[in-house]
């Protein structure tokens, strides 16, 4: 069974950095784009950042672009996502998730109905 494990969502004062893990269980996905999604009340899921297989191709939504970055350990199986200068408008239930294509580059990000695995979530709450 496969299971993606999110860790690493809390509050954070405004400017502060939060870093988000998402461990992977069940299989390996080194052969696999993964990525980040975010979702506020109200609001649609959203990519912020995507990661290709070999963690070579990155890509960004505009609104994170310089103050996120997206890594990942194929040895470990995890997808990390390192945010700094946080802004109250960051504040959302963060996803991560596993692209259903292998190999892919994500030159245009990770589109939700692309996705194949989903992670339950953690929660980021950016105070101002």
């Known amino acids: 069974q496969v299971q993606l494990v999110e860790s690493g969502g809390g509050l954070v004062q405004a400017g502060g950095s939060l870093r988000l893990s998402c461990a992977a269980s069940?299989?390996?996905?080194?052969?696999?784009?993964m990525g980040w999604f975010r979702q506020a009340p109200g609001n649609e899921r959203e990519s912020v950042a995507a990661i290709s297989w070999s963690g070579g191709r990155t890509y960004y939504a505009e609104s994170v672009k310089g103050r996120f970055t997206i890594s990942r350990d194929n040895a470990k199986n995890t997808v990390y996502l390192l945010m700094s200068s946080l802004k109250p408008e960051d504040t959302a239930v963060y996803y991560c998730?596993?692209?259903?294509?292998?190999?892919?580059?994500?030159?245009?990000?990770?589109?939700?109905?692309?996705?194949?695995?989903w992670g339950q979530g953690t929660q980021v709450t950016v105070s101002s």
């Open positions: 069940g299989r390996t996905f080194s052969s696999y784009a």
């Open positions: 998730a596993v692209d259903r294509a292998r190999y892919s580059t994500v030159v245009a990000g990770i589109r939700p109905e692309e996705v194949n695995y």
